[in-house]
């Protein structure tokens, strides 16, 4: 599958990557699922986390529960999340794999001495007996 991400949305996943550094962001991916999966907006959200902030990330269920609300009856949903590794590669640790939902995206930005450096694109595959992240395709339109 292929995410579109808009090169203005993708701005503002690096703002907020820079601003929350060293310690990781994150927020949501509305649009619509695909194929192609279409993110249109990039959502930012609070990082309720109270230790390892450096290397994970909470968001808090009632702001993605006002989000689903917020959405209901449109043509909008919420397709996935993203948030940023400081220091680290853009792929999924294994407290992401522990703690990611099946049929999202899931965007993840490297960040290097408080500059994205890399942003890629996944997706959550669970087999029979163990759950693994497959690499999606971005394009940025």
């Known amino acids: 599958m292929t995410l579109e ?12 990557a820079r601003e929350a550094y060293p310690e990781e962001c994150c927020g949501f991916l509305v649009g619509q699922f695909g194929p192609p999966c279409r993110a249109t907006e990039a959502r ?10 450096r290397t994970r990330y909470t968001i808090e269920p009632r702001e993605t529960l006002r989000l689903e609300r917020e ?9 996935g999340f993203y948030h940023s590794h400081p220091e680290h590669p853009a792929s999924p640790s294994p407290f992401d794999r522990e703690h990611a939902w099946p049929g999202y995206v ?10 994205p450096q890399d942003v890629r694109a996944w997706l959550l595959v669970e087999g029979e ?7 999606d395709r971005i394009e940025h339109v």
Do not use: C
């Open 129 to 135: 007996t163990e759950r693994s992240f497959k690499e």
């Open 71 to 79: 959405l209901r009856g449109t043509d909008r949903e919420t397709i």
């Open 5 to 16: 991400l808009p090169r203005s949305e993708l701005a503002k996943i690096f703002v907020h």
């Open 44 to 53: 930012r959200a609070t990082n309720v986390r109270t230790d390892d902030r």
């Open 106 to 115: 899931y965007v993840i930005v490297s960040v290097r001495a408080g500059d």
